[in-house]
């Protein structure tokens, strides 16, 4: 028994370590990939923002909300899966909208957008939702500002002054992003893995993260404009939620596992529809642009 907790508390660490990771690697290698006026150039957009406020912090939490009661989550895994509705601007959506081949730059401002609103938006939200849980405005934006937004700024930095030096820590930094990735699933899953079997016979918790995802992008997509590049930026940040600001949040808060474990169990589910979708579409635009230039 002791055994067990030694190599599941062991594969905890080396989660959250690749987590941190991958994390990093994303934002900075966003910011080598893009200049500040490819960011801040779609947002410029007001009723694009505006609608991908309103999906992000209205819908897809209203969206969590009714399916915790229709589905009758038991409260932990409920608590989970409205954390989860609740923060939004994940660095894995740069991931998806490039395999979708959707707008980078418009993804990375959205991303930046909603990580900063999400900062603002935790400390409200909770105490209604939640009495007596308390989240730190200050810690939000430190932690945001360490993970986030420094190494975006320095990728920026670096694209700006040396972009031959961008250019080629691009692949690299890719490959280092990939495999934190990879790292951080096997890692989690075998921590977790007897929990979420769990999960998955005793509740209606894979049917609820199936609709959650699938009705999250939609939502995000329909309120696009009619640019498809737009569309799948859209869908693909709403849908997307921000998996390392949910844990932090539950680790801190919340003293029962399953919390956790819910929030990762609903957000492997998500990668996983969300990367199979952004590939398909990815592959069907390629053929659409072969097809067109022959």
């Given at each position: ?35 500040i ?15 991908t ?39 894995f ?7 979708a ?15 900063v ?39 920026l ?40 079997l ?32 737009h ?10 939620r921000?998996?390392?600001v ?19 169990f609903i957000?492997?589910v ?10 398909e579409?990815?592959?069907?635009h ?9």
């Amino acid at each position: 028994m002791v055994e067990i907790e030694a190599f599941t508390s062991l594969f905890q660490t080396i989660g959250y370590i690749a987590t941190l990771v991958f994390v990093l690697a994303s934002t900075f290698s966003a910011g080598l990939s893009l200049t500040i006026r490819q960011i801040l150039g779609p947002l410029h957009n007001v009723k694009l923002v505006l609608l991908t406020l309103v999906a992000n912090f209205i819908l897809v939490p209203a969206l969590a909300q009714i399916l915790l009661y229709v589905f009758s989550l038991p409260r932990p895994l409920a608590i989970g899966l409205f954390i989860l509705g609740t923060v939004a601007g994940s660095p894995f959506v740069l991931r998806l909208t490039q395999a979708a081949r959707g707008d980078i730059a418009l993804a990375s401002g959205l991303m930046i957008l909603l990580m900063v609103v999400t900062t603002f938006y935790l400390p409200v939200v909770f105490p209604i939702f939640f009495p007596g849980v308390e989240t730190s405005t200050r810690d939000l934006i430190k932690s945001m500002a360490e993970i986030i937004l420094i190494p975006l700024a320095l990728g920026l930095l670096v694209r700006a002054r040396y972009d031959e030096l961008a250019g080629e820590l691009r692949p690299f930094i890719g490959e280092v992003s990939n495999l934190a990735f990879l790292i951080l699933i096997i890692s989690y899953i075998l921590a977790y893995l007897p929990a979420m079997l769990r999960i998955i016979t005793e509740t209606y918790a894979l049917f609820a993260g199936i609709i959650f995802t699938i009705g999250s992008y939609a939502l995000g997509y329909f309120l696009g404009d009619p640019d498809r590049s737009h569309r799948q930026a859209l869908g693909f940040g709403t849908a997307q939620r921000n998996i390392s600001v949910a844990l932090a949040i539950a680790g801190l808060n919340f003293k029962d596992p399953y919390v956790t474990i819910m929030i990762f169990f609903i957000s492997i589910v998500a990668v996983i529809l969300l990367m199979v979708f952004a590939q398909e579409i990815g592959h069907h635009h390629k053929k659409g642009e072969k097809a067109h230039l022959g």
